[in-house]
């Protein structure tokens, strides 16, 4: 079945800086990637999402690139902002299905 | 409008009982989902309902699992003779079957503890 890797388990950046979450997946079937946002005692929120025949996808100042090949997604947060502080998910799926995440980032944005 | 609502907020328990946690999904919403996630740990599939179609429950980790969806609305998860591994957030979304996304929207969760 998919297996989700995601990178660094923590990260901590200055306010103003940008941050970068990488994640790989297993299954070359899986064609949806979505990034959730979960803060303390909170379900994770939807972000962003790209499929698999986009290789990037921007919204204001978070983006995420795939590579299909190397079978490689990204997370892009840029000017970052203390309330960008949470824990980020990524995950994959085929089909927009059942969803198989990663273990998550820690991100801490100092002011 | 109303999201994902899940009962109870927060379950204390026995090991050993049974527990049963509610998730009431958006309204008009075909496919819904339960994930298990565990004290610092990401979020594991458990079981998928979409419409009348039987449900894939590839993810439950035991038989001690089970759940059930009224139609296209409530879903209950219920975990018998509770063991204290089964301490997690259980958390429910919902996903409309139409668009090219079907983006999953998360409920905040049941947080089980079995002492």
């Known amino acids: 079945g998919e297996n989700v890797e995601q990178h660094p388990s923590t990260l901590s950046v200055q306010e103003g800086d940008s941050a970068v979450i990488k994640c790989t997946y297993s299954d070359s079937a899986s064609n949806y990637f979505p990034w959730y946002k979960q803060e303390l005692g909170k379900g994770p929120q939807l972000i962003i999402d790209?499929?698999?025949?986009?290789g990037e996808k921007k919204d204001q100042r978070i983006a995420v690139t795939l590579n299909k090949t190397a079978k490689h997604f990204s997370l892009h947060i840029t000017e970052t902002q203390p309330e960008d502080s949470a824990v980020y998910f990524c995950?994959?799926?085929?089909?927009?299905?059942?969803?198989?995440f990663g273990t998550g980032t820690r991100l801490q944005v100092f002011p | 409008g109303a999201g994902v609502s899940q009962s109870p907020s927060n379950k204390v328990t026995e090991k050993g009982k049974d527990v049963e946690l509610r998730c009431d999904p958006i309204?008009?919403?075909?496919?819904l989902y339960w994930y298990r996630q565990r004290l610092g740990q990401g979020l594991e599939f458990l079981i998928y309902f979409q419409g009348n179609s039987a449900p894939d429950k590839s993810g439950l980790p035991s038989d001690r699992f089970s759940a059930e969806r009224t139609g296209e609305s409530v879903s209950t998860l219920t975990i018998q003779r509770t063991q204290q591994e089964d301490s997690a957030v259980y958390l429910c979304?919902?996903?409309?079957?139409?668009?090219?996304?079907?983006?999953?929207?998360f409920g905040p969760g049941t947080r089980l503890l079995v002492l």
């Open positions: 995950a994959a799926s085929i089909n927009t299905d059942k969803l198989i």
């Open positions: 790209i499929r698999s025949n986009v």
């Open positions: 979304a919902s996903s409309s079957r139409t668009g090219s996304m079907k983006t999953q929207y």
């Open positions: 309204s008009g919403h075909t496919a």
